[in-house]
């Protein structure tokens, strides 16, 4: 299984839309749990790593700070 490699402030596209009508949100902190904040609306959501993976679908930008 291929896992997509991501890090702290990368902005990544979900399979489904935000309410609000974004698909891009920024990755704000890393652990067991995932919280991504909705570049549309400012909200974060906090989910389970292994259903982040599920449901992510690509990586649009890197951090620089790497």
């Known amino acids: 299984m291929d ?7 990368d902005i ?3 399979k489904k839309q935000h309410p609000c009508g ?3 949100w920024r990755i704000i902190r890393m652990g067991m749990d995932i919280r991504i904040k909705c570049l549309g609306c400012d909200r974060s959501v906090l989910i389970p ?8 679908k690509k990586i649009i930008e890197k951090s620089e700070k790497e």
């Open 12 to 14: 990544v596209e979900m």
């Open 49 to 56: 790593r292994n259903e982040f993976q599920k449901k992510l």
């Open 22 to 24: 974004e698909n891009k």
């Open 3 to 9: 896992k997509k490699q991501f890090s702290l402030n």
